[in-house]
């Protein structure tokens, strides 16, 4: 019975150590696949209060991850992800916030899975809700448009044909942490894609992980929005936020 016990936890620690070293398919979740819902909502224009982040013609809001001026397209009123653009963040940082953004993946498809209009929305740099052209588009579940990449499956795909405008309305809790650098309470997030619920108030499990389990480090109260350049020529528009 001991040695059974032995057996069980030599093989976890093997699995733990494996998924930590490098094999990114040990975090995809395959399984459930969300269903697919057909949206009906398109744009919300920014309330009086909210900061507005793009407006179609200035992105001086935004800058490179090194805060160097960035190169990301500004052109019919988007913000189109140039190539080897690199990875923007705003100049501005925020915490607990209401986050509305547009975007748009290639009209015409090229690649596959993670491969085809991959982008993400990283709140305080470091959460993603993942943008990915998820119509028609196989891949895992915990990494399909509308996820907390590798933590959170969307409760639907929601998703919009590529080349349509798309819809991401976010509440996002920041997380709080001890002077010492323990976690205090983790964040937490509520976010409609085109109007459709699809995260309810789920708890995050740490900062994003491509490889590996993701874990809380301790980081300021505000920290800039990211938003990640995956080589793929995706657009943004209208994205404005309210501090709470
Ligand atoms: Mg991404």
Known sequence: ??????IKCLLLTAIFCRAQRGDPALTELWSPVPAVVAPGYTS??????????????????WQTKD???????VADNMLTI???????????????CQLHIEWRTPAVVSGEGQGRGNSGIFLMGRYELQVLDSYNNSTYSNGQ???IYKQHIPMV???RAPGQWQVYDIIFTAPQFFESGALKSPARMTALHNGVLILNNVTLWGATQF???????????KEPLLLQDHRNP??????????L
Not at 1 to 6: A, E, S
């Open 82 to 96: 140039p190539s080897l653009g690199g990875d923007i963040k705003t100049k501005q940082s925020f915490g607990d």
């Open 1 to 6: 019975m001991k040695k059974l016990f032995i």
């Open 157 to 159: 795909n929601a998703s």
């Open 234 to 243: 995706v657009s943004f528009r209208n994205i404005w936020i309210r501090e």
């Open 67 to 73: 805060d160097k001026p960035h190169s990301w397209k």
């Open 44 to 61: 919300l224009d920014a309330p009086s209060d909210a900061i507005i982040l793009f407006n179609g013609k200035d992105a001086s809001q």
């Open 211 to 221: 490889i590996g389990v993701p874990k809380y480090e301790k980081h300021a109260l």
């Open 145 to 147: 448009a509308g996820s």
